[in-house]
């Protein structure tokens, strides 16, 4: 499985952007993560296998959002009200079947993924 992750760049404080992590197949867990400079990487958001339920950070919470398009082999990111704090490399990431460690209720941290996307830049400005 390899994932490929797009629609970061540059947005104003306050503005919007959708980020796509895009694969062959993405049926179990799909997690976005990021990381900023100087800092550890972050959970953002995850969405559980097939149409299970999704899990947010709370530094993200009420403003992006999750979700599975309908071609079952994108995830999407849409994050909304965008904060400087925001700024960051941001990466999808999944597992393989022999990695699936089973179902897990909140942010599945990321030991928990195998296969990981190359990172988007997503920056705003204040």
């Known amino acids: 499985v390899q994932l490929q992750a797009s629609g970061g760049g540059l947005v104003q404080s306050g503005g919007a952007l959708r980020l796509s992590c895009v694969a062959s197949?993405?049926?179990?867990?799909v997690g976005w993560f990021r990381q900023a400079p100087g800092k550890k990487r972050e959970g953002v958001a995850c969405?559980?296998?097939?149409?299970?339920?999704?899990y947010y950070a709370d530094s993200v919470k009420g403003r992006f959002t999750i979700s599975r398009g309908n071609e079952k082999n994108t995830v999407y990111l849409q994050m909304n009200a965008l904060k400087a704090e925001d700024t960051a490399v941001y990466y999808c990431?999944?597992?393989?079947?022999?990695?699936?460690?089973?179902?897990?209720?909140?942010?599945?941290?990321?030991?928990?993924?195998?296969?990981w996307g190359q990172g988007t830049q997503v920056t705003v400005s204040s």
């Open positions: 969405i559980s296998s097939g149409d299970g339920p999704t």
């Open positions: 990431a999944t597992m393989t079947d022999q990695y699936y460690s089973g179902p897990y209720v909140g942010l599945r941290p990321d030991y928990e993924y195998d296969v």
């Open positions: 197949a993405l049926t179990l867990d």
